[in-house]
């Protein structure tokens, strides 16, 4: 257990409202992601970052930014959430970003945009 | 590009039945593989992860995998299920760079008594 939490656990929220999710963990794990969980599609990466104030895109990174100011904390916005971001968002670290590193996950955000 | 399958999306099986997941992925070079287990409401958690060497491998709760090259496979294996093993099941691999992986859409597994 990587002491990974995220908040908050559940949100509702309008389209068109900004919304930033927060991932917190207490390991000192250099890499973190951001994952959203879909029906369907399994896992997909939005973003992740590889140090403090270095990120970079994953697979659906359209609509979606990220920030890292500290190592502990990675930040999620939608700038204008849309419906097509109801998902589950997890985040997850791992220690040196080495193909081999295990993946330590958050429990996970589920959003609701109406 | 590294891509990864999981053809069942749900399997049933009854407890203390054996079980195979199956797992194939496409990649160019040696992979990485793991296989991570999510219980309904939680986040995922490592079973068992294969790099090299020996093919057969021991997982927690009594997972095992087997890394096959010419099948391009890593099946997930269980002699006897029970009921708590019922989860959603996701096969992954690590990227030639070494900071992503890619999941496969998961198999969702339930166990009838």
């Known amino acids: 257990d990587a002491g990974i939490t995220q908040s908050p656990r559940h949100k509702v929220t309008e389209t068109g409202t900004p919304v930033t999710l927060r991932c917190h963990q207490t390991?000192?794990?250099?890499?973190m992601y951001w994952y959203r969980q879909d029906p369907g599609h399994g896992l997909r990466l939005i973003h992740y970052?590889?140090?403090?104030?270095?990120?970079d895109k994953g697979e659906v990174s359209d609509g979606y930014s990220v920030s890292r100011s500290k190592t502990e904390d990675f930040l999620l916005t939608l700038e204008s959430a849309t419906s097509s971001q109801t998902s589950v968002y997890f985040c997850?670290?791992?220690?040196?970003?080495?193909?081999?590193?295990?993946?330590?996950f958050g429990p996970g955000t589920r959003l609701t945009v109406l | 590009a590294q891509s990864v399958t999981q053809p069942d999306i749900h399997i049933t099986v009854s407890e203390g039945a054996s079980l195979e997941l199956r797992c194939n992925y496409s990649?160019?070079?040696?992979?990485?593989l793991f296989w991570y287990v999510q219980s309904p409401g939680q986040g995922l958690q490592l079973l068992l992860k294969?790099?090299?060497?020996?093919?057969l491998v021991q997982g927690i709760k009594g997972f095992e995998a087997e890394f096959k090259r010419s099948q391009s496979s890593f099946n997930l294996r269980k002699p006897s299920v029970h009921w708590s093993d019922a989860a959603e099941y996701f096969c992954?691999?690590?990227?030639?760079?070494?900071?992503?992986?890619?999941f496969g859409t998961g198999t969702s597994l339930t166990v009838i008594p």
């Open positions: 997850a670290t791992n220690r040196q970003g080495e193909r081999t590193d295990t993946q330590y």
């Open positions: 390991e000192n794990h250099r890499y």
């Open positions: 970052s590889y140090g403090v104030k270095d990120t």
């Open positions: 990649y160019g070079a040696t992979p990485y």
């Open positions: 294969y790099f090299s060497g020996d093919t």
């Open positions: 992954a691999v690590g990227s030639n760079t070494g900071n992503q992986f890619y």
